[in-house]
């Protein structure tokens, strides 16, 4: 069984950056594939990034390509994303999920967005004002 949780959110201004962390226990976690999801009110739970196990492939949304970063140290057991140049329209709560699989093989945006996440964190809430 794998267990997460978040933290790292807050209240910042546009243009702020910020640091958000999935602490992460279980015997799967060292061989899973992790994401971090967001739901912004009104909205469907979105994909944001997501990384195999090994670190060496990672997916990101079109709309957070180039400003988001998602990394891990399994030594740590944790999972990172930087969030940079923060946008009023990234405010949501953010979750941290583990999957089935390794991920380490991926290579289409269908793999990454289709496969199921079945274990979740309690999400943190990232607000970001004009």
């Known amino acids: 069984q794998v267990q997460l949780v978040e933290s790292g959110g807050g209240l910042v201004q546009a243009g702020a950056s910020l640091r958000l962390f999935c602490a992460a226990s279980?015997?799967?976690?060292?061989?899973?594939?992790m994401g971090w999801f967001r739901q912004a009110p009104g909205k469907e739970r979105e994909l944001i990034a997501a990384i195999s196990w090994s670190g060496g492939s990672t997916y990101y949304a079109d709309s957070v390509k180039g400003r988001f970063t998602i990394s891990r140290d399994n030594a740590k057991n944790t999972v990172y994303l930087q969030m940079n140049s923060l946008k009023p329209e990234d405010t949501a709560v953010y979750y941290c999920?583990?999957?089935?699989?390794?991920?380490?093989?991926?290579?289409?945006?269908?793999?990454?967005?289709?496969?199921?996440?079945?274990?979740w964190g309690q999400g943190t809430q990232v607000t970001v004002s004009s």
């Open positions: 279980g015997r799967r976690f060292s061989f899973t594939r």
């Open positions: 999920a583990a999957s089935y699989d390794s991920g380490n093989y991926y290579s289409s945006r269908d793999e990454w967005v289709q496969s199921p996440y079945p274990y």
